[in-house]
């Protein structure tokens, strides 16, 4: 019988090392770090599988947010070891109780989507959840407005990377549509050096791929992380976010593109972003797929209705 636990910190390393044995069967392992180092996977909403000491499984249960108006759960490992993934879905169905939940079951994980069927899901008439958006690796022309610049990070610059992707992800400078309402200007990111740390000792983090813009005053105008996952000739960008005073300049789409660019010089393919369209905050994906990033399925939702 395999252990079910709470996650904890210590467990991160193996969480990256299993997505990137799984892959597509898992977030990509370069997101994945992002969201340990931020915590957004943590003792409070993740359990994780073990058989024989060995981690072979993790489930995720997401709380409703502005995006999306219901929990979701994402679970990774019950093809490579159904009984692990069936007792991860108890748990987590458990905690989520008598809700409507969504499930994302990644591509290629038929174990999971059978055991969805006999857990009382159906195919959701919804798959945001499960796309994201793509594109070729190649050798990319970056036009930046005159007196930008993009680099990679320096060292020494770190306490203004950090300010830079605060400013850039302030709740209430966000690009939200009219119907989502105003936002409390008092919130701020939750980014902090201290998670800055804890992203760049990730499984895939590397200097040269932790992308900024410099505006002409040397002040930082973009940042963007990209996740370059040799083992399966793929990287993912997250995240990306560019300071309110210096949008509709292009910076996004630059960075979208020089992304392309590191992907094919390290011999890989593809580019991912995790991000889809989507009603509540439309601006991303219309932006990317002006140059060319399009709609993939990363996998299938399921929906088991209130109970």
Known sequence: MPE?????????????????RLWPMAPHPGG?????????????NAAVALR???????????????????????????SADPEAGAALLERALAEVGDAVV????????????????????DVSDQNTYGEWMSRDA???????????????????EEEARVECHRTAWKPSDLPWPERVGPVNPE???????????????????????????????????????????PENRCSEIEPLGVVPAHRRKGLAVAMALEACTLTARRGGDRVYINTTPNEAYPTPAKTYAT?????????????????
């Open 102 to 121: 969504d499930l994302l079951t990644f591509e290629g994980d038929g174990e999971l989507r059978a055991l969805a069927g006999r857990s009382g899901f």
């Open 187 to 229: 919130l701020t990111s939750r980014f902090s050096r201290e998670r800055y740390d804890n992203m760049r000792a990730a499984l895939l983090y590397d200097r040269e791929l932790d992308l900024v813009v410099e505006a002409p005053d040397g002040s930082l105008a973009a940042c963007c992380a990209l996740w370059w996952d």
């Open 4 to 20: 079910i636990r709470p996650f904890r910190a210590a467990d991160s390393r193996a969480l990256e090392g299993l997505a990137q």
């Open 32 to 44: 994945l770090g992002w969201q340990l180092a931020t915590e957004e996977i943590s003792s409070d």
């Open 138 to 156: 190649g050798e990319e022309e970056v036009v930046l407005p005159e007196g930008y610049r993009l680099r990679p990070v320096r060292e020494g």
């Open 291 to 307: 140059v060319g990033y399009k709609l993939v399925d990363r996998g299938t939702v399921y929906t088991r209705p209130a109970g």
């Open 52 to 78: 024989g000491g060995e981690l072979v499984g993790w489930s995720v249960v997401e709380a409703p947010n502005v995006l999306f108006d219901r929990s979701q759960i994402v679970l990774v490992g019950a």
